[in-house]
């Protein structure tokens, strides 16, 4: 069964602590992505990465840290300089670039304690 | 960079009419322009896409129209039913340089049974 997934469903946050989410695919893309949805609003971009070792930075990328040491596995860390961490995150990813299909995990809800 | 915009922001229609949704571009250069649907506490997933080199593009009850004279392209969806209440995104890039995908802020639509 093809497709994106994404861990934890829901994610509770510290003060000060980082968090990991994790996004993986099996379609053999080779682009990756990561977005933050807030209330009301678009989907803003984050960190994109078109090849394994490489990424760039989105629009908000100050308080995220990423990783991609393999081609299916692109995890996001919101570090404790992320001030308004709670959001809905979206990871995505699209065969090779930005004017192809981008096909969605389920998302992850964070939540700060 | 590119400034997608989208109206109205929310559209109620009764069931079995149609749903239009508009979208205005800022860069015109930008030549794929996708529209996603949303559903609550889902990812989003494209529904229908169309390039600059045409016009119109349709499938079954989903089709959508692009003006590049004027920068604007919409989403019509004819015959709504029920579980066309989502949320509906569209999105603009360009193909050269780093034109990552810029998303507009969303329509709810809601249809009334």
């Known amino acids: 069964d093809g497709g994106i997934t994404q861990s934890p469903k829901y994610l509770f946050r510290k003060e000060g602590q980082n968090v990991t989410l994790s996004c993986e695919q099996n379609l053999n893309h080779d682009a990756m992505y990561w977005y933050r949805q807030d209330p009301g609003q678009g989907l803003r971009l984050i960190y994109y990465s078109q090849i394994v070792n490489d990424f760039q930075k989105g629009d908000i990328a100050e308080g995220y840290s990423v990783s991609r040491e393999k081609k299916e596995s692109f995890p996001l860390t919101v570090t404790s300089a992320q001030k308004n961490p709670t959001a809905f995150y979206l990871c995505a990813s699209s065969a090779r670039d930005y004017q192809e299909t981008q096909y969605f995990g389920p998302g992850t809800r964070l939540l700060v304690l | ?113």
């Open chain 2, 1 to 113: 960079g590119e400034n997608v915009e989208q109206h109205p922001s929310t559209l109620s229609v009764q069931e079995g009419d149609s749903a239009v949704i508009k979208c205005t571009y800022s860069d015109s250069a930008s030549n794929y322009f996708p529209w996603y649907k949303q559903e609550l506490g889902k990812g989003p997933q494209l529904i229908i896409d169309i390039r600059s080199n045409v016009g119109e593009k349709k499938d079954q009850r989903i089709a959508v129209t692009l003006n590049k004279t004027a920068k604007h392209f919409s989403l019509h969806i004819t015959e709504t039913q029920p579980e066309d209440s989502a949320v509906y995104f569209c999105a603009a890039s360009g193909a050269y340089g780093n034109n990552r995908l810029a998303f507009g802020k969303g329509n709810q639509v809601v249809v009334i049974p």
